[in-house]
C-alpha cells in the first residue's frame, strides 16, 4: 500500500491528452514540492516534472504538472506512442522523514 | 554526465545479508547539496525508497527497514554502498542507486537485479 495514490492505469489515443492524479496528505504533497517519474518498459525511472511543474532539459513541453492542496496531477498532451510506460509521483513526506511514491500508473496509448 | 552503476551480488539466500555498491562517475559524491538514494522496485511492482545518505555522511533510513539498513559512502572510491541484513523472499527486486539534488532524483543507475533464495 502506497503512502501516494494514484489510478493503476490510464489510456488515450494518439494526440489526445490526458491526465493522472496522484492523492496524498498534509504530511506529504500538502507541504511539500510533487515530482513526476516516467518509467519506459525496462529500464529505470527518468525525472519528468520536478517541483511540482518544472520540466527538465530534454522534457518536451508536452509533459506538464500541477498542484493543489495535498493532489498533484500529470499532464500529457498530444500523446504519441513513445509514451506508452509507468508514471510515479513522488514527494518527501515529514512524517516518514524521506521520501515517498505513489504506486504508479500505466499509460496505454491506444 | 553524471553515471551511476550498482554492482553486487545479484543472489542473496534467506536470512543473509544484501550487499550492493554504487560506482558514481562525471562528479564527485562529496559534492555538497546532494543526497545518495538506494530505491528498490519489486517485479512488476512499484518504487520503495530504502535510504540515503548526505554529502556529510549523515543517513536516513526508510522505517520499516531502519533496524536492518546500512548506507555507507567510500569517499576515496567515489561510491556508496547499501547493506540490508536478514532479507526474505520478498525482497526479491531491482535495486536502484539514484542522486537527489533537492528537486527529486535526478539521475539514476541502471538498476540490479537481486534475487533472495536458498
Known amino acids: 500500500q502506497s503512502v501516494l495514490t494514484q489510478p493503476p492505469s490510464a489510456s488515450g489515443t494518439p494526440g489526445q491528452r490526458v491526465t493522472i492524479s496522484c492523492s496524498g496528505s498534509s504530511s506529504n504533497i500538502g507541504s511539500n514540492t510533487v515530482n513526476w517519474y516516467q518509467q519506459l518498459p525496462g529500464t529505470a525511472p527518468k525525472l519528468l516534472i520536478y517541483t511540482n511543474n518544472q520540466r527538465p532539459s530534454g522534457v518536451p513541453d508536452r509533459f506538464s504538472g500541477s498542484k493543489s492542496g495535498t493532489s498533484a496531477s500529470l499532464a500529457i498532451s498530444g500523446l504519441q506512442s513513445e509514451d506508452e510506460a509507468d508514471y510515479y509521483c513522488?514527494?518527501?513526506?515529514?512524517?516518514?522523514?524521506?521520501?515517498?511514491f505513489g504506486g504508479g500508473t500505466k499509460l496505454t496509448v491506444l | 554526465q553524471l553515471q551511476l552503476q550498482e554492482s553486487g551480488s545479484g543472489l542473496v539466500k534467506p536470512s543473509q545479508t544484501l550487499s550492493l555498491t554504487c560506482a558514481v562517475s562525471?562528479?564527485?559524491?562529496?559534492?555538497?547539496?546532494?543526497?545518495w538514494s538506494w530505491i528498490r522496485q519489486p517485479p512488476g511492482k512499484g518504487l520503495e525508497w530504502i535510504g540515503h545518505?548526505?554529502?556529510?555522511?549523515?543517513?536516513n533510513y526508510n522505517p520499516s527497514l531502519r533496524s536492518r539498513v546500512t548506507i555507507s559512502v567510500d569517499r576515496s572510491k567515489n561510491q556508496f554502498s547499501l547493506k540490508l541484513s536478514s532479507v526474505t523472499a520478498a525482497e526479491t527486486a531491482v535495486y536502484y542507486c539514484?542522486?537527489?539534488?533537492?528537486?527529486?532524483?535526478?539521475?539514476w543507475g541502471q538498476g540490479t537485479m537481486v534475487t533472495v533464495s536458498s
Open positions: 545518505i548526505y554529502h556529510s555522511g549523515s543517513t
Open positions: 539514484a542522486r537527489d539534488e533537492g528537486g527529486g532524483f535526478d539521475a
Open positions: 562525471g562528479g564527485s559524491i562529496s559534492s555538497g547539496g546532494y543526497s
Open positions: 513522488a514527494t518527501w513526506d515529514d512524517s516518514l522523514n524521506g521520501p515517498v
